[in-house]
């Protein structure tokens, strides 16, 4: 089940960039899982530990997103959805229906669902999807707000969520706040793929 995962989601577009070697960034409550690999692996273990079934009907779902058959999966999530009531279980399923709309390219409902399991279990990752589902929908505001919630999850140390932010400024003009956070990419604080610090670093340039 744990391959279905890593197939499921780590082609997904959008995503964060997977952390090197097994261990997670360490936020204000200890290790969290960045990757979206990491993250399901996590979720998958929490839904299917309460028993009942789960594990037998989630690798239904899972085995339908690998093949591509996103109706079938959707099917098999609402009627698990409207049967369950375990939140561990519904946090899965709801965070795999974020991510066939995020494949699908249905921003508006993939932001649906991204809300829907935010009110539920709060995660770094669910709000930095969230700032890239707003930033597509050119919804700038709502985006910044989940960027920053995503870096604060993190004690301030979320290098991914951070260059979105700093996109973000570079894309409306705010040159000092992009340059801030072009810096915090660079004091070396957190590792940081040099792809995206020389990206942010050329944006911030050329509005000088």
Same mark, same amino acid.
């Given at each position: 089940?744990? $391959? ?9 577009? @959008? ?5 090197? @070697? ?9 290790? +969290? ?8 692996? %996590? !979720? ?8 009942? @079934? ?5 690798? $239904? *779902?899972?085995?339908? +997103? ?23 279980? /519904?946090?899965?399923? *709801? ?6 709309? %995020? /494949? ?10 991204? +809300?829907? +399991? ?6 770094? !990752? ?9 930033? /597509? ?18 004690? @301030? ?9 700093? *996109? ?11 340059? !801030?956070?072009?810096?915090? !990419? ?8 040099? &792809?995206?610090? &020389? ?10």
């Amino acid at each position: 089940m744990f $391959e279905s995962l890593r197939k499921v989601f780590s082609a997904s577009k @959008g995503q964060p960039i997977a952390q090197g @070697g097994g261990s997670f960034p360490v936020g204000p409550t200890g290790p +969290v899982p960045l990757s979206s690999a990491s993250l399901n692996a %996590q !979720l998958i273990a929490a839904a299917t530990a309460e028993g009942g @079934g789960h594990q037998t009907l989630i690798k $239904e *779902i899972l085995d339908y +997103v690998v093949s591509e058959n996103y109706d079938a999966a959707l099917a098999g999530i609402d009627s698990m959805m409207r049967q369950e009531q375990l939140s561990d279980v /519904r946090v899965l399923l *709801i965070w795999t229906k974020s991510n066939i709309f %995020q /494949r699908r390219r249905q921003t508006s409902r993939e932001i649906d669902e991204l +809300v829907t +399991v935010s009110a539920i279990k709060e995660h770094p !990752l669910f709000e930095l999807n969230l700032g890239i589902a707003y930033s /597509r929908e050119s919804n700038r505001k709502e985006a910044e707000v989940h960027f920053l919630r995503a870096i604060e999850l993190m004690d @301030g140390k979320y290098p991914l969520a951070t260059f979105n932010l700093g *996109i973000l400024y570079c894309d409306t003009g705010r040159s000092r706040e992009a340059r !801030l956070r072009l810096e915090d !990419l660079e004091s070396g604080k957190e590792k940081v793929p040099s &792809q995206l610090i &020389q990206k942010l670093k050329d944006r911030v340039s050329s509005m000088r």
